[in-house]
């Protein structure tokens, strides 16, 4: 199976890099977009079955390793490979 | 050795903490590669600066899973004394040793001057009398903007845990943070590099109060030795 986790920064924590991408969006004249955040994916493979017990080792990977909970908030997609 | 200056692959600020604790305020240091144990007649911890696994995923994220970390989590839960600089700070809020955490700079720059800071009066050893109201050490981080959620702040504030405080801030820190330590007094992490700002040929000597501060009961016991040069 393939796992995707999709990281991003909390809604409150400021995103520098997301803001300058605003900007550039801007100044090609995308004045209609707003809110721009950059965030991250992360995919590997794991072998076995989609189960409870998957899912909780992934959120264990993801809080803490994949992303710092203090800044950053993640899901993840498991797609039958 | 006293003080084990941590090691990681990309750390590049551990030469110049051991000259600084070693050869300038003559306390035997050493420094410790990190799938090495801490070894047992540690007194003091130095995590330097660098790059640590290169800032892959976040600065810090994956030298905190490092072997030595479990031996420096057990260190500074007995009250050990541990400093983290720049990337170090970055290692011990990734670590959850220190609250907070360090992100991209708002200016999206990356920040390398000599940076004026504001003294706090945080405890018996980091205070204004000590080392004066404003001192300015060598920065140079792209992630140096310290976050935390507005109870953490409010927590930081009310229970004196800043340290130093960035006089024009560089990175767009909230409250203006440089440096902060733990509510127990035995972690600590700044920003700003205390070990460049040692010797004649630096900007200033303004480092060497604040690693005496932090080094203190080791510095008093061992009389400075004159570096050889």
């Keep these: 199976m393939k796992v995707t986790v999709f990281v991003s920064p909390k809604a409150t924590v400021l995103d520098p890099q997301g803001a300058a991408v605003e900007q550039a969006m801007k100044s090609l004249g995308h004045q ?14 794991v072998t076995g079955e989609d189960t409870p017990e998957l899912r909780e080792k992934l959120d264990q990977l993801c809080d803490g390793l994949l992303s710092n909970p203090v800044i950053e908030d993640y899901r993840f997609e498991i797609e039958p490979g | ?53 290169g800032d892959y995923l976040r600065c810090g994220a994956i030298a905190r ?8 989590r057990e260190f500074a839960g007995k009250g050990g004394p541990v400093l983290g600089i720049c990337n170090g700070f970055q290692i011990l809020c990734e670590a959850g040793l220190l609250p907070g955490a360090l992100v991209r700079n708002d200016c999206l720059e990356f920040r390398c001057l000599t940076q004026p800071l504001l003294v706090e009066d945080s405890n018996e050893r980091f205070n204004r009398e000590r080392l004066g109201s404003s001192i300015a050490l060598p920065i140079a981080h792209g992630e140096g903007n310290y976050r935390a959620d507005e109870t953490v702040l409010a927590d930081l504030e009310a229970n004196d845990q800043i340290l130093f405080r960035y006089q024009g801030n560089p990175n767009g820190s909230a409250n203006d943070v440089a440096g902060i330590r733990n509510s127990r007094g035995n972690v600590y992490g700044m920003m700003p590099h205390p070990e460049r700002a040692v010797e004649p040929y630096h900007p200033n000597r303004d480092g060497l109060p604040v690693l005496e501060a932090f080094l203190e009961p080791l510095v008093s016991k061992d009389p400075v030795e004159v570096a050889s040069s």
């Design chain 1, 32 to 45: 209609d977009f707003a809110g721009v955040r950059v965030g991250k994916t992360v995919t590997f493979e």
């Design chain 2, 1 to 53: 050795m006293k003080v084990a200056i941590l090691q990681f692959p990309g750390s590049n600020c551990d030469w110049d903490a051991e000259h600084a604790v070693a050869d300038v305020l003559g306390v035997p240091a050493s420094r410790i590669w990190h799938k090495s144990p801490l070894p047992a007649e540690t007194e003091a911890v130095i995590v330097p600066g660098g790059f640590s696994f």
């Design chain 2, 65 to 72: 899973f490092s072997p030595i970390m479990k031996d420096l």
